[in-house]
């Protein structure tokens, strides 16, 4: 079963700045829309940004400035660069994509288990 594996949460002050990333677990043959998606807790889930594969970006409109969406097509790895951090940036970041897992199958939504940020003094 492919997942998405993410990496690069964890604890930081406020003002400061972490990258997360995110790759499929095995080979993929085609990947689409890519994107970061957030629960703070008691929330409900909602849009970070999100990466076509030609690069468009949409963001959030708290995330503007702030935040950058990227990815490596050669990697499948899609990345989110976050700075000025602040206490409401607190949340479960998940990894969203839209993948064909091989030549034949579909496209469908892939979601990974989600990294935990936590901006703290």
């Known amino acids: 079963q492919v997942q998405l594996v993410e990496s690069g949460g964890g604890l930081v002050q406020p003002g400061g700045s972490l990258r997360l990333s995110c790759a499929p677990s095995?080979?993929?043959?085609?990947?689409?829309?890519m994107g970061w998606y957030r629960r703070a807790p008691g929330k409900q889930r909602t849009l970070v940004a999100t990466?076509?594969?030609?690069?468009?970006?949409n963001y959030a409109d708290s995330m503007k400035g702030r935040f950058t969406i990227s990815r490596d097509n050669a990697k499948n790895t899609v990345y989110l660069q976050m700075t000025s951090l602040n206490v409401g940036d607190t949340a479960v970041y998940s990894c969203?994509?839209?993948?064909?897992?091989?030549?034949?199958?579909?496209?469908?939504?892939?979601w990974g288990q989600g990294t935990q940020v936590t901006v703290s003094s």
């Open positions: 969203y994509a839209v993948m064909k897992v091989t030549t034949i199958s579909p496209p469908r939504d892939f």
């Open positions: 095995e080979n993929i043959f085609i990947i689409n829309a």
């Open positions: 990466i076509t594969s030609s690069g468009s970006t």
